[in-house]
């Protein structure tokens, strides 16, 4: 079984940053891409940002030039460096990845950490 654990959420300001860090342990061979989703009250969940293990970076177009995503392949972390926040980006934001395990490989979710952008 796999954990995905996040941390860094809460409240901050607009205009202000914030990090959120995520690590997945457990017991699997390894882990491909890592990324963040999110989910705003009454809409559907988005794509935030996915890395691959190569540190391929794709964003989804509201946090583009924004947010920059990164990991530590080594530690199975990602991490999502959240600049210029607007009181849009308030959202659940989970944490998941591309686990690869013997005969059975999937998508792994976190439990979702708050961001709340609020004067």
């Known amino acids: 079984q796999v954990h995905l654990v996040e941390s860094g959420g809460g409240l901050v300001q607009p205009g202000g940053s914030l990090t959120l860090s995520c690590v997945a342990s457990?017991?699997?061979?390894?882990?491909?891409?890592m990324g963040w989703y999110r989910q705003a009250l009454g809409k559907e969940r988005e794509l935030v940002a996915g890395?691959?293990?190569?540190?391929?970076?794709d964003y989804g177009g509201a946090v583009k030039g924004r947010f920059t995503i990164s990991r530590d392949s080594a530690k199975n972390t990602v991490y999502l460096q959240m600049n210029s926040l607007k009181p849009e980006d308030t959202a659940v934001y989970y944490c998941?990845?591309?686990?690869?395990?013997?005969?059975?490989?999937?998508?792994?979710w976190g439990q979702g950490t708050q961001v709340t952008v609020s004067s």
């Open positions: 998941n990845a591309y686990v690869i395990s013997s005969g059975r490989n999937y998508f792994e």
């Open positions: 457990g017991t699997f061979g390894s882990i491909g891409v």
């Open positions: 890395i691959s293990r190569g540190d391929f970076a």
